[in-house]
């Protein structure tokens, strides 16, 4: 039960794309309710309506966006997702399992962007009216490894997935300094390891918080 809210527990995975946030979310998914508890599954971006039409743009969009206004854009749908979905969620008392948050926006906007990291944490705390997850899991890869998982899965990139090595490489170590400097809030994995071996130690780690 998370101090928080009152008694709803807001989980977010985060990691460069191909890491294997989305296998993990649904592994724990799959835990939580054999557990009895009632859990939302959603992701940002495009959790709701209105995300789903900012995620086309922000992933598809065929000419450029300037970095100020993908940033915007990522703020915007976070502001609705929280607003509509996420809150209402956790006061009825849900598990949140949520594929990428803030993190995301620090690591690619911030970092990845050079934009301002701090500022744009900002701009999602104010999107979000100041939410924060009780708990994040970092699932850390290499992006070398990250981009022969995603050759092998992939028809086509998104906007961010088409980026050079050098910024996956920012990405990454740009979360790996979130994790540090917030060590009660992040469980950092290592994603090269097996699948069941990552979900027994995210569960080890959600366990007492229920
Ligand atoms: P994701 O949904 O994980 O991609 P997919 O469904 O294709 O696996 O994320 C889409 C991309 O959006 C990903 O490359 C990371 C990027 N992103 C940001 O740059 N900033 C953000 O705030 C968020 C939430 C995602």
């Known amino acids: 039960m998370s101090a928080e809210h009152a008694s709803g527990l807001?989980?977010?995975?985060?990691?460069?794309?191909?890491?294997?946030?989305?296998?993990?979310?649904?592994?724990?998914?799959?835990?939580?309710?054999?557990?009895?508890?009632?859990?939302?599954?959603?992701?940002?971006?495009?959790?709701?309506?209105?995300?789903?039409?900012?995620?086309?743009?922000?992933?598809?969009?065929?000419?450029?966006?300037?970095?100020?206004?993908?940033?915007?854009?990522?703020a915007a749908d976070r502001a609705h997702h929280i607003a509509s979905t996420v809150r209402p969620a956790l006061a009825r008392g849900e598990v949140v399992i949520q594929d990428r948050y803030l993190d995301s926006s620090v690591a690619y906007q911030g970092v990845g962007r050079v934009l301002d990291p701090v500022e744009i944490r900002q701009l999602s705390l104010w999107a979000a009216e100041g939410l924060l997850p009780d708990l994040t899991i970092l699932l850390d890869l290499d992006e070398?490894?990250?981009?022969t998982r995603l050759d092998s899965a992939r028809t086509r990139y998104d906007r961010l997935e088409a980026e050079k090595a050098e910024f996956h490489a920012r990405v990454r170590a740009a979360y790996l300094d979130l994790a540090e400097a917030e060590p009660e809030r992040f469980l950092v994995l290592d994603a090269s390891q097996p699948v069941a071996d990552i979900a027994a130690l995210i569960r080890a780690r959600v366990d007492p918080l229920l």
Do not use: C, M
Request: charged fraction near 30%; avoid cysteine; hydrophobic fraction near 30%.
């Open 10 to 74: 807001f989980i977010t995975l985060e990691g460069g794309d191909g890491s294997g946030k989305s296998t993990q979310a649904e592994l724990l998914s799959g835990w939580l309710h054999e557990r009895g508890r009632t859990v939302l599954r959603t992701r940002e971006p495009g959790g709701t309506d209105v995300g789903h039409e900012v995620r086309e743009i922000v992933l598809h969009h065929r000419g450029d966006i300037t970095p100020r206004a993908e940033a915007l854009l990522y």
């Open 144 to 147: 070398t490894v990250a981009r």
